[in-house]
């Protein structure tokens, strides 16, 4: 089935979806609080064949699609859920009705493709001969809620899985992905340095927090491009705060940031590494504490056959020129690597278009255009229809 149509296939079924994605990106919502998001998309879902488990985190929804027939393999199908604390800043007929918060990452768009591969599926469920398990994972942003997934036994059973994102920067409709490694783990940190507050014009009363802070953002700038060079690592110091006048010495500076790495025991080095840099700069008469929040500690890393197979099916299904197999590794992290651990498979990025503006910005919203390629590449990776799907 080559250059596949939905509209020949499932006839209204790309309207409609499209209809549920800006519907989802009206009403975006933060962790672990998706409660309408999760009702919109039962609205979707109870009516279809499926059996929907009690939710593991409160917000989730995670459904079987059982064959008819004999059955020995799960695949798994993830699409991620929640929005951001970013306003958005476009007037669409579509924006945000909740104040701060919009789509900023694509997860409406996720939810929309894998509603339409739900749909597809159900309308072939005569002819699977595996279980497909789809999975609403609520809290991809800052909670990191794949890892609690995992936890909770929702992957149980699963042989194999698979999770795509809108990626800005690539071709529309083109699908990258690569064996091993495909993104990082990733650690935010912060570093409080703790002097003695005093009026500016009196410097030897106190112990200004603030030039050790600055000297510590300085070296952690210096051992980003050591550990660079050493293992592809980053640190990224993104926040100095401290003092609140220009005639007040603060008694207090912090410094907060991200790490990315490759493994988890570059990911303990780096944070001794900031540790030793930290107690260097502060001297005498400063102390530092510091806080690691360690909670995405996990790469995502693909199986070599899952890569190939998606990159097979992409060809297969969109030509060849819609088939890329990525030269290296990517430095965003996403708890997906908490499914791949458990099940193998492969987390894969579907092209928004090279010129599409950035995630995590307020300008952001999903290309609409996409929607199709990816329910069918999600169905296809279902497996287990002997025919093109229809």
């Not at 149980?156 to 800005?168: D, F, I, K, Q, S």
């Not at 110091?237 to 007040?248: E, Q, V």
């Not at 502060?282 to 996990?298: K, M």
């Not at 995630?359 to 229809?385: P, Q, Y």
């Amino acid at each position: 089935m080559n250059d596949a149509d939905l509209n020949g296939i499932f006839p209204g079924l790309m309207e409609d979806l499209i209809k549920l994605r800006r519907d989802l990106h009206r009403i975006p919502e933060t962790a672990m609080e998706e409660v309408q998001t999760r009702e919109r998309l039962l609205l979707e879902l109870t009516p279809l064949p499926l059996d929907i488990h009690p939710p593991y985190l409160g917000t989730d929804i995670v459904a079987d699609l059982t064959p008819p027939g004999p059955w020995v393999e799960t695949v798994l199908l993830r699409a991620d859920m929640d929005g951001l604390l970013i306003a958005e800043e476009e007037d669409r007929p579509w924006k945000s009705t909740h104040e701060g918060k919009m789509h900023a990452c694509g997860h409406d768009g996720h939810m929309a493709v894998l509603t339409g591969a739900v749909r597809l599926l159900c309308r072939n469920r005569e002819r699977l001969t595996k279980r497909v398990r789809f999975v609403f994972q609520p809290g991809e942003e800052m909670r990191c809620a794949g890892k609690l997934l995992a936890r909770s036994g929702a992957y149980e059973g699963c042989t194999e899985a698979y999770a795509l994102h809108g990626w800005p920067g690539i071709g529309e409709g083109v699908i990258r992905t690569k064996g091993g490694v495909f993104l990082a783990a990733t650690d935010t940190f912060t570093f409080t340095f703790t002097g003695k507050g005093t009026h500016g014009a009196t410097p030897w009363n106190g112990e200004n927090p603030l030039p050790p802070a600055s000297r510590f953002v300085l070296e952690a700038e210096a051992l980003h491009e050591r550990v660079s060079e050493r293992a592809g690592s980053v640190i990224s110091p993104c926040i100095i705060r401290g003092g609140t006048s220009a005639n007040i010495i603060p008694g207090r500076c912090t410094v907060e940031g991200t790490t990315r790495y490759l493994d988890r025991e570059e990911g303990l080095a780096l944070v001794e590494e900031l540790r030793a840099a930290a107690r260097r700069c502060a001297g005498e008469g400063i102390s530092v504490e510091d806080y690691f929040d360690r909670v995405y500690d996990l790469p995502v890393i693909n199986g070599d056959a899952h890569a190939d197979r998606v990159l097979a099916l992409a060809a297969g299904l969109f030509g060849p020129e819609s088939s890329r197999r990525a030269e290296k590794h990517d430095m965003m992290a996403e708890d997906f690597a908490f499914c791949l651990e458990r099940v193998r498979g492969c987390f894969f990025q579907l092209g928004l278009g090279e010129e599409w503006p950035s995630l995590h910005t307020s300008r952001f919203d999903f290309n609409d255009r996409v929607i199709e390629r990816g329910v069918i590449l999600f169905a296809a990776l279902a497996g287990g229809l002997d025919e093109p799907i229809r």
